[in-house]
C-alpha cells in the first residue's frame, strides 16, 4: 500500500508533457502544471495563432501568460527526489524504431494509443484523454496508430482528403472539388469506401463460391483417377489372360498392348492431376485472395482503403475446368472387346485389327471427350444438374419468397421489404443467389396464369418498367415464356413461338462456355422446346416472372 500511495504522489508532480517529475514547475491560469522548459515548447509552437492553450484541458488564454516558478511545486518535487522515486514506472511502453510515436511527448516518446485523422497526430493513452473528455473532439475519427497519417493531406492545398473523385479515381480535398476537379463525379470518402466494401463482399462470395466449385472439381477429378486405373487395371489383367491363349506370334501383340494401355492410362492420370494442381493452386490463391480483402475490410482508414483497394481486388483469370466430361465407367474395356475378337482369327485378324486396338486405347480422354455435345438423355443431363436459391434482394415487392428462397409467389399485397438497388420495382420478377457458369441444369416447377423462365446477366436494369428490366425484353436476358396452351421464346424484345408439349415443369439446360442454352418441357419424357447458341459475355443468374396473384414457381430440388 506504501508503494502504491508514492506512486499516486509521483503521478501527481509529474508533467503531462514529458511526463516525468516536474522540473522547474510552473502552474499556468487553468491549474494546471507543467516543466517551464516544456510548456514554453508547446506554446512557442501556437505563436502564429497566438492564442494560447492547456495540453490537458483545452482552455485558451489570450495574450501568452507570464510564467513564474511555483516555489511550493519546486520543494515538494525535490522532497519526491530524497525519497528515491525518481526512476521512471516500470509498466511504461516506450516507442521503439519499429512503433508509432506519441507525438505530444518530449524526451523518451510512449508508443502511440490511437491516430487521430482529423488532427492528423498521434496519441498516447494520457495525451489522448482531452478526445475523451472534451466535446470539442467528439466527431474526430480515431484508428489504430499509422505512420501514414500525412497522406491523408493534399499536397496542392494543404487540407484533410476527405473527399474521393471518381472520374480521376484519387482521394482529394474539399479545395480540389472546387478547384481542377470541378465538374468531377465526387464523393465523399466515407461514402465511396461504402460502395467499395459492397463491391469487396460480392468479390468475397465471388471467391468463396469459386473456392467450393474448384473443391468440388478437385475431388471429382480423384474420382475418374481412381475409376480410370481400375479400369485400365482391368483392361490390362484380361488381355493378358486372352494373350496367354495366343500362339507366340501374338506373344508381342500382348506386349504392344500392355505398354500402350498403360502409356495411355499414365498420359490422362497425368492430364487429370495437372489440372488438379492448377485447381488447387487456384484454390489456395483464392484463399490467400479472400484473406487480403478480408484485411483490407476491416481496414479504418478511408483513404488507407481505397488507395489499397484497386491493387488487392483483383483477381487473376480462373482455370478452365468447363470441359470436364464425367461419362459412364468404360473406358478400357473395349480393349479387351477387341482382343477377345482378335484371339478368335487368328493371324489373319491380328494384321487386320492391331490399327483399330491401338486406336481404341486412345480414344480413352476423361477431360475433352464429348464436351461441346448436349447430354442426350435425363440421366445425362442431370449430371449437371445444379440446386438454385432466389435472392430476397432481387425480389419484387409483391413477390414472396418460401421453401429456403426456393419458390416465389405473387402476393395481392407488397411485402415490406427493405430497399435495395437489385431490387426489380416494376416486375414481378426475382434473381438466383447463386451464378449460373460451366455446364448446368436445372427445373422449374410452375402453377397459375403465366410464367417466364430466364436467365440474365447481372447488370439488367432493376428499376422502371421498360423494355430494360423485363426478362426476354433486352439483349441482356433470355426467357421462355409459359403459359397453359402455348410457349414463347423471348431475346431483346423479339418473340419466337415454340412448339412443345404443355407441362408444368420446365428444365433449362446451360453450357456457359459453349454458348448453349436449351429449354426443355418435362413430364414423363423430356422434350427439347428450344436451344438457343451464342456467345455468353458475362455470368449468368436464374430468374423467373410471374404474371399476377397466386403464380408460383418453384426451383425443383433433382436427384
Known sequence: MAQQGAQLDRENFSCS???????????????????????????????????????????????RPVLMKSTMLAILVEQLKKTG??????????AGPEDVACDFCTGRKLKAFKSCLVCLVSYCEKHLQPHYESAKFKKHKLVDPSEKLQENICSRHDEVMKMFCRTDQQNICYLCSVDEHKGHDTVSAAAERTERQRELEV????????????????????QE????????????????????????????RSSDVKQQIRSQQETEVSRVKELQEKLQQEITELKRKDAELKQLSHTEDHNQFLQNYPSVSQLSEPTDSSSIDIRPLRYFEDVTAAVSELRDKLQDIMTEEWTNISLTVTEVDILLSDSKSEPKTRAGILKYSREITLDPNTA?????????NRKAEVMAQQMSYSYHPERFTNYN???????????????????GSRICVAVAYKNISR???TNECGFGKNDKSWALRCDTKSYEFWFNNIKTLVLGPGS????????HRAGILSFYSVSETMTLLHRVQTTFTQPLYAGVWLNSAGDTAEFCKLE
Open 17 to 63: 508533457i514529458c511526463l516525468d517529475l516536474l522540473k522547474d514547475p510552473v502552474t499556468i491560469p487553468c491549474g494546471h502544471s507543467y516543466c517551464m522548459s516544456c510548456i514554453k515548447y508547446f506554446w512557442d509552437g501556437e505563436d502564429k495563432k497566438e492564442i494560447y492553450s492547456c495540453p490537458q484541458c483545452r482552455q485558451t488564454f489570450t495574450p
Open 85 to 94: 522515486l525518481q526512476a521512471a514506472p516500470a509498466d511504461l511502453c516506450y
Open 203 to 222: 468479390s468475397r462470395l465471388n471467391i468463396q463460391q469459386r473456392i467450393q466449385d474448384r473443391e468440388k472439381d478437385v475431388k471429382l477429378l480423384q
Open 225 to 252: 483417377v481412381e475409376a480410370l486405373s481400375l479400369s485400365a487395371d482391368k483392361a490390362v489383367d484380361d488381355s493378358e489372360k486372352i494373350f496367354t491363349q495366343l500362339i507366340r506370334l501374338l506373344q508381342k
Open 396 to 404: 419484387h415487392k409483391s413477390v414472396l419468397l418460401h421453401e429456403g
Open 429 to 447: 420478377q426475382v434473381l438466383s443467389r447463386e451464378s449460373v457458369t460451366g455446364r448446368c441444369y436445372w427445373e422449374v416447377e410452375w402453377r
Open 463 to 465: 428499376a422502371g418498367g
Open 504 to 511: 408444368s415443369r420446365v428444365g433449362v439446360y446451360l453450357d
